[in-house]
């Protein structure tokens, strides 16, 4: 037990909270209505921008080892934040039952807050090769890979790749471990969609767009697209 400056006595935190930051962490939930949902939305919201966090750091890991000519220790980094999307996606579980009702009883507490201001998202749609010249730069899979690709006499880029695939073991599975991380993203976006169909239905999305219907515009966009072209192609 210690007491702390204004006097209040605490047990002191143990080395796992320490560790964790747990007191700061559990202190940045902030409801800004009594309505009962708003903590799962804030702290979906939260573990969200946490996992996008990771994924970048996976992802800034993995271009650096393709610059550096490293193929198998990108995919290993690819696949490690193949665990990370995949925990992303399953984060939508828990807000599968919000209601429209529940929904409307915090959501002008938020104004015009929306995920569509996330820097990170923009980050990792950046590496996926999405060019958002006002950024600054990021490291960027599609840009790194197709270095890699340079780098190795495959002018062609993936089309070359995939056109010799038994000479390309290794780049094959990078080209498919890109592919994996991309469908993945596609994934997060479909599964945005569903939750905003369900909690919102066709209503107008907090940072003004039209909502699901501006959503499911994008929501099909190919990340990485020289990687779904090269599917359209005759391989026999
Ligand atoms: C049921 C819950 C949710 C609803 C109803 C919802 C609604 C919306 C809407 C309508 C938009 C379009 C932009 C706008 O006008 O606001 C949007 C964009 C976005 N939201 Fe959500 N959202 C929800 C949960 C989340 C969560 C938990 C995250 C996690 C960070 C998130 C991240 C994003 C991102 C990144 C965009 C931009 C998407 C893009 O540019 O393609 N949303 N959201």
């Not at 009594?34 to 921008?49: G, Y």
């Not at 820097?119 to 060019?131: A, I, K, N, T």
Request: with cysteine; proline share 3%.
């Amino acid at each position: 037990m210690t007491i702390d400056q204004a006097g209040r006595s605490r047990v002191a935190a143990s080395e796992y909270a320490q560790y964790a930051c747990l007191d700061e962490l559990l202190q940045l939930q902030w409801p800004r209505t009594e309505a009962p949902a708003e903590l799962s939305f804030i702290i979906t919201t939260q573990v969200m921008e946490l996992y996008f966090k990771l994924l970048h750091h996976e992802w800034v890991a993995a271009c650096a080892k393709l610059d550096a000519g490293d193929v198998r220790g990108a995919i290993v980094d690819l696949r490690r934040g193949h665990g990370v999307q995949d925990a992303l996606n399953a984060s939508w579980e828990a807000l599968r039952t919000l209601t429209p009702a529940e929904f409307d009883e915090f959501r002008d507490a938020f104004g015009a807050a929306s995920g569509i201001q996330s820097e990170l998202y923009r980050d990792l749609e950046q590496s996926l090769g999405v060019p958002y010249p006002s950024r600054p730069e990021v490291p960027s899979l599609e840009a790194s890979a197709a270095r890699l690709l340079e780098r190795r006499g495959l002018a062609g880029g993936w089309r070359e790749v995939y056109g010799h695939s038994a000479d390309y073991p290794e780049l094959i599975d990078l080209g498919e471990a890109l592919f994996d991380a991309a469908d993945r993203f596609t994934r997060w976006k479909q599964r945005h969609l569903l939750s905003v169909w369900r909690s919102m239905g066709s209503k107008q999305g907090s940072a003004g767009t039209s909502g699901a219907d501006w959503l499911a515009r994008g929501v099909h966009q190919k990340y990485l697209a020289e990687l779904w072209d090269v599917r359209s192609e005759a391989w026999v």
